[in-house]
């Protein structure tokens, strides 16, 4: 247990630095509210229309499949760096993952889960 002391205290050192960095942006930083700074902002241009309505369904899905396929590589650097040492029954199981994985991804390619329209 006492070799993951170091990665607790980065964590806490990390969150640390972030909240005493917010709550000093919100204590000392300008508070000048305006009728501008109100109003809605779109890459430097004055937008159309202020957006209103639902986003599509394709959205979602979209954003739910790249979340699927980073986890993947979560899953598999770890894997990669220990390939030796798990040996065939190691592979098997990586392979037995990403087929999975795989028939998921076709699958959702066959309903056209992936075209943006």
């Known amino acids: 247990m006492s070799e993951y002391i170091g990665i607790v205290v980065a964590f806490v050192f990390a969150a640390a630095f972030a909240a005493l960095n917010i709550v000093l942006a919100s204590v000392l930083g300008p508070k000048k509210p305006s009728r501008v700074k109100y109003e809605p902002f779109e890459c430097g241009q004055a937008p159309l229309s202020v957006p209103i309505g639902r986003l599509s369904v394709k959205f979602y899905l979209t954003a739910i499949l790249f979340i699927l396929f980073d986890v993947e590589l979560v899953f598999l650097y770890p894997w990669a ?32 889960a992936l075209d943006w329209q």
Not at 86 to 98: K, S, T, V
């Open 81 to 112: 760096v220990v390939y030796r040492a798990l040996g065939a029954p190691g592979l098997a199981q990586m392979g037995i993952f990403l087929g999975i994985l795989m028939a998921g991804f076709f699958y959702a390619w066959d309903n056209g």
